[in-house]
């Protein structure tokens, strides 16, 4: 069945490295979202990316979506300790039944050491 | 901010008790979910409705169930708690457009003893 993975799991930062995830479908995706997990708190809404190639900024959250639609990152610059949780993408249930289904990846978790 | 509500915030209970979860939104969403993520994990969606009268299972099997009688309301019973039940639940909301962004209520941490 369609999958949607993400790598790293985990990764711990000193406060002002740069950080990445990847995010990667077994099938094409018509568009692709990110979502932000605080410890303790609910998954937010950050961005959704639609066209092949497309490359998004939210201050210093860079957001790629791959030629090909099957992959995505996030990239955080300079990170600071506000940037703790775990970044999901979500991609749609490839199945036509299932269309309006969310699929998403299992996470990585973020820790900024200050 | 979402207006995306749950109560209770934290549940208690013991073994076979009949728990009710609430998930109420203000934004006239038609399509609503609910997903079970334990902590750290990743999401699980166990139900979800596309309106009124309209309620599916989701891709992890769940005893609970759900009922769409009202668009802004779509609580989820469990009949007889288990501890293997204790989790996150979280409920969420979006237009009926596809694919379109969820907002998530704060969720409901169950701890079944």
């Known amino acids: 069945g369609q999958q949607v993975m993400q790598i790293p799991q985990y990764q711990h930062v000193q406060e002002g490295e740069d950080f990445t995830t990847y995010c990667n479908s077994s099938?094409?995706?018509?568009?692709i979202q990110w979502y932000k997990q605080r410890p303790g708190g609910h998954p937010v809404f950050l961005i959704q990316?639609?066209?092949?190639?497309e490359v998004k900024k939210q201050k210093r959250l860079t957001f790629q979506f791959g030629e090909a639609k099957k992959n995505s990152s996030l990239h955080i610059t300079a990170t600071q300790t506000t940037d703790v949780g775990t970044y999901f993408c979500?991609?749609?249930?490839?199945?036509?039944?299932?269309?309006?289904?969310?699929?998403f990846g299992p996470g990585t978790s973020l820790s900024v050491i200050p | 901010e979402a207006d995306i509500y749950q109560t209770p915030r934290y549940l208690v209970i013991g073994t076979g008790k009949k728990i009710t979860l609430e998930c109420s939104q203000t934004?006239?969403?038609?399509?609503m979910y609910w997903y079970q993520q334990d902590p750290g994990m990743e999401l699980h969606l166990i139900h979800y409705?596309?309106?009124?009268?309209?309620?599916e299972k989701g891709d992890l099997s769940s005893e609970s169930t759900v009922s769409r009688i009202r668009t802004e309301h779509f609580p989820l019973t469990l009949e007889s708690a288990r501890p293997s039940h204790t989790s996150q639940y979280l409920c969420?909301?979006?237009?009926?457009?596809?694919?379109?962004?969820?907002?998530f209520g704060p969720g409901t941490r169950l701890t079944v003893t």
């Open positions: 969420a909301s979006s237009e009926i457009t596809s694919f379109r962004e969820q907002y």
């Open positions: 099938t094409t995706l018509s568009n």
């Open positions: 990316l639609v066209k092949s190639g």
């Open positions: 979500a991609g749609p249930n490839a199945m036509k039944t299932s269309y309006d289904k969310v699929i």
């Open positions: 934004m006239g969403h038609d399509k």
């Open positions: 409705s596309y309106g009124v009268n309209s309620t």
